[in-house]
């Protein structure tokens, strides 16, 4: 284990409290809404907050007990904090020449970094004349300058467009695979912390919800906002046999236990109908629109009812059913797709 | 002397605008609020002269602050020589005691200074000088009543009261050892300075030329310095924080002080200048220290 | 609506130098700058104006950074206390500075017994004394700047192993140096123009104390003609030095 830490930071109407483990060469996602006491824990990590408790240790040393300045650490901050006033080049050496090494070593380690992340042609340049991916990548390489054992990682794709993010994500994927340390990451994007993470660490409310892989987690969400995240409709029951009882719902899954459950099922497993459906599908309930959205190339459908529920259809469908907010309608899920697990 | 040196650059600017700007659109006394006579419709130009009217006011002291017009001879205005700021302060209460309801406003300050802002058109209904050659500058430049000397004023070498350097004649100062403290040449005190050491034959090498007599004072005051020469004024009004020594090349250099009514001064000036050469005024400054207007009549 | 008052202030701070120029002795021009009292105390208030600066800078960037950057108790007032310099009268300064300094104030003394210095009537007098009223100039500016510079790129360095004092040299200083070099600018224009604490604290004698401000002033009791010339030579050789400065250090950033 390279990083084991428990994080405690107090502050009026907030308080963290987050166990943290990270192994080397693996990357450590911290996801969760805003407020939620990501960059908080980041900081505390780094030794730019406080802790009101708890310990960090890294390969069996205590972290805690050090400043800022003398953690074997690599930050990237969101909006990257480039020094304006030095070249790429010298912001990359800075850290070689605060740790003593001369100025000569210091470039050359610098450039050889420039060169591994594509920018050995823009050394002389200035930050504020790099693009946002040319930038983020000249953060990368001026956290990874100081050889740290720790990397840690605030929303570093936050800044960018979409566009570019698509490219810097798949690039920051392959420099995290090739650093052998142990990486936090911080972002509110699941998009992001399923390609770059290995494991993710939800919190919310300065506590941890929910972690496991990527997998796990965009499987079986624990929190609406996990659900949200993964683009889930998501209950929570009891179960009885292969029934869930969601409340006012009783849902039919192909699982069969007891006990207290999840129930989860995708939007777009959810079908419509303007009247009652023959045949009687087993999960089957009345709700009223309640909105209409583009999602992707869908319509997104925000259901009310004994259930709320979100349900993706074709264009097509919602011009032959004619769907407005406020209309009564049919709703339904196939046993089959659902997906129900202990809670 | 801060109020002072403002009023001294208030004038300066007036002097400026009045004379060359403006022409002869705002004849004569800017400061006592004709603006409104004159052929001036800008805007911005009035505004100016207004922020100038501030500044000025700021300055105080009288310079600059509209006066009541002329023909209102219910206040006097009198510009002094710094030195008879006791003497006069206790003679202007009196004057007013005398004559109710008339006020007397004094500008006190360096002779030179006071003769300019006079020349460049300050209201001034009196002025009383250090010396008859700050006095001439405005006799010659304006339409004054003729002067009268009314005190004089002798030199003294004041030394702190523990007199570190052992200070107790004219030729100590002399002693490249004993930090003395003049007054500038340009000033009357230091005019005479020069004078009563040439008379004396002795080369003083000050560490300082002061800008008035006051300041000179305060350097001996604070101990800065072992000795400086100063009037004999200034040192019964330090009375304790400095001692005085008489020397006989003083006489030799001695101030005269002349006071003459300015043009278009009211009869109230003309009694505060009578006030000022009677027998009550010779008292009032004799007590600080002037020597009596005619040589060998001790007043008493 | 903004360019009227906008015309009325410039106006107001431009016709008095309108003034000067107008006024001034322009054939006997020559003569009077070529008299070397005139270029000793020109000499004089420059050396001891940048001198003053110099110092000022040495002293004044740390205070701002520590108020800037440190809480500690008291930071208002001792924030206030910088600030006297500006809202004291610079003759009381004067005062002031003779009872700490002179010859019978309290360090003042100690220096005389101690080394045999005596700073009154001295150059290095007229230094302290422009020092004192000038300071506040840079400090205010400094401390603005600091403010008003992004803390994170600080921690940012921190992060990267760079002590309090590194994060100081090489990023705080560099990223505030706009605001330092205007302070400069200011502390120094300050200092020029310092007139009542000099003339107080490091009294008036040509070639040591007498600089060119104190000059106009004594020229102004006899001669006005000459106060204004040497007005002119102040202000033509400030303005020259100011634009100078001013393209090079505040225009980029």
């Given amino acids: 284990m390279t990083l084991d830490a428990r994080l405690v930071v107090t502050r009026p109407a907030f308080t963290l409290d987050l166990a943290l483990r990270a192994e080397r060469g693996k990357v450590v996602a911290l996801l969760g809404p805003n407020g939620a006491g990501k960059t908080t824990a980041l900081r505390a990590l780094a030794g730019l907050s406080p802790l009101s408790g708890g310990h960090i240790s890294l390969r069996g040393r205590p972290l805690h007990t050090l400043p800022a300045e003398s953690r074997p650490i690599g930050m990237v901050f969101q909006d990257y904090l480039l020094f304006p006033h030095l070249s790429a080049l010298d912001n990359v050496a800075f850290g070689p020449r605060c740790q003593g090494v001369s100025k000569a070593e210091s470039r050359r380690v610098a450039a050889e970094l420039l060169e591994r992340v594509g920018l050995a042609g823009h050394a ?32 570093p794709l936050a800044a960018l467009d979409a566009h570019t993010r698509l490219e810097v994500r798949s690039r920051l994927r392959r420099h995290l695979a090739e650093f052998d340390g142990a990486t936090v990451l911080v972002t509110h994007d699941p998009l992001d912390a399923m390609v770059l993470a290995d494991r993710l660490v939800v919190i919310e409310g300065g506590a941890v919800v929910q972690q496991g892989t990527p997998g796990e987690v965009a499987r079986r969400p624990r929190t609406d906002y996990v659900a949200r995240l993964v683009g889930l409709n998501l209950y929570r029951g009891a179960a009885d046999g292969g029934r869930v009882d969601v409340g006012g719902l009783l849902v039919h899954t192909s699982e069969q236990f007891d006990g ?43 259901l009310d009812g004994p259930v709320t529920a979100f349900a993706d259809v074709t264009p097509a469908a919602v011009a032959d059913l004619d769907l407005t907010p406020g209309q009564r309608i049919w709703a339904s899920v196939k046993a089959t797709e659902t997906h129900a697990y202990p809670a | 002397m801060v109020r002072r040196r403002l009023s001294r650059w208030a004038a300066l600017g007036r002097t400026v605008l009045g004379r060359t700007v403006l022409g002869r659109a705002l004849p004569g006394r800017v400061g006592r609020g004709r603006v409104g006579r004159g052929r001036v419709s800008a805007l911005p130009v009035a505004l100016v002269l207004a922020g100038m009217a501030g500044l000025s006011g700021l300055g105080g002291c009288g310079a600059g602050e509209p006066a009541a017009g002329d023909a209102d001879a219910r206040e006097v205005t009198v510009f002094a020589a710094a030195s008879l700021t006791g003497a006069f302060t206790e003679l202007g209460e009196a004057f007013e005691a005398a004559h109710p309801g008339t006020t007397v406003r004094f500008n006190f300050g360096s002779s ?4 300019q802002q006079i020349v460049q058109g300050a209201p001034a209904d009196v002025f009383a000088a250090a010396s008859p050659a700050t006095m001439k500058t405005v006799t010659d430049a304006t339409a004054a009543g003729s002067p009268t000397t009314f005190a004089r004023n002798r030199l003294r070498i004041a030394v702190p009261p523990d007199n570190p350097a052992r200070v107790d004649e004219l030729k100590d100062l002399a002693d490249p050892k004993v930090k003395v403290a003049l007054c500038a040449e340009q000033v009357p005190c230091g005019a005479a300075a020069v004078k009563a050491l040439e008379a004396a034959r002795l080369k003083v090498t000050p560490v300082t030329l002061e800008q008035d007599v006051k300041a000179t004072l305060t350097k001996v005051q604070l101990g800065e310095v072992d000795a400086a020469l100063v009037y004999e004024t200034d040192v019964i009004a330090a009375a304790g924080k400095v001692t005085g020594i008489a020397f006989p090349e003083a006489d030799l250099a001695v101030n005269d002080y002349p006071i003459a009514t300015l043009a278009g001064a009211g009869d109230a000036a003309r009694r505060f200048v009578d006030l000022v050469l009677s027998r009550q005024g010779g008292d009032v400054l004799a007590e600080a220290g002037f020597g009596s207007r005619e040589p060998g009549r001790e007043p008493g | 609506m903004l360019v009227v008052p906008a015309v009325a202030g410039l106006a107001f701070l431009v016709l008095p130098l309108a003034g000067l120029l107008i006024r001034a002795p322009w054939s006997t021009l020559p003569a009077r700058l070529a008299e070397p009292h005139v270029l000793e105390a020109l000499r004089l208030s420059l050396v001891s104006a940048t001198v003053a600066t110099a110092c000022c800078l040495l002293l004044g960037v740390p205070l701002a950074w520590l108020l800037a950057r440190v809480r500690f108790p008291g930071r208002r007032l001792v924030r206030a206390l910088v600030t006297v310099p500006l809202v004291l009268p610079p003759v009381v300064g004067g005062v002031a500075l003779l009872l700490v300094l002179g010859r019978r104030g309290l360090v003042g003394q100690w220096l005389e017994s101690a080394f045999g210095v005596t700073l009154p009537f001295t150059t290095a007098g007229v230094v302290i004394a422009e020092m004192f009223v000038a300071m506040p100039f840079l400090v205010i500016s400094v401390e ?66 007498r600089t060119m401000p104190l000059a106009v002033y004594l020229a102004l009791e006899t001669e006005p003609e000459a106060a204004i010339v040497l007005s ?22």
């Fill in chain 1, 124 to 155: 002389a340049a200035r930050p504020r004349q790099l693009s946002g991916g040319q930038a983020q990548r000249v953060a990368l390489a001026r956290a990874l300058a100081v050889r740290p054992e720790l990397l840690l990682l605030d929303e």
């Fill in chain 1, 260 to 302: 207290p459950a999840f129930v989860a099922f995708a939007p777009t497993a959810v079908a419509i109908y303007r009247s009652r459906p023959d045949g009687s599908p087993r999960n089957l309930w009345q709700a009223t629109i309640e909105g209409v959205e583009r999602h992707g190339d869908n319509v997104r459908v925000h």
């Fill in chain 2, 112 to 115: 030179a200074t006071l003769a």
């Fill in chain 3, 144 to 209: 603005g700047a600091l403010r008003g510079a992004d803390q994170r790129f600080e921690e940012a360095a921190a992060t990267l192993g760079a002590s309090r004092w590194t994060v100081f040299r090489r990023v705080t200083l560099p990223m505030v140096m706009p605001g330092v070099a205007a302070g400069a600018v200011l502390c120094w224009a300050r200092a020029l123009g310092e007139f009542g604490a000099t003339i107080t604290f490091a009294g008036n004698f040509p070639g040591t104390t």
């Fill in chain 3, 232 to 253: 002119l030579v102040l202000l033509a050789v400030s303005v020259v030095i100011l634009a100078a400065l001013r393209d090079r250090w505040v225009s980029t950033p």
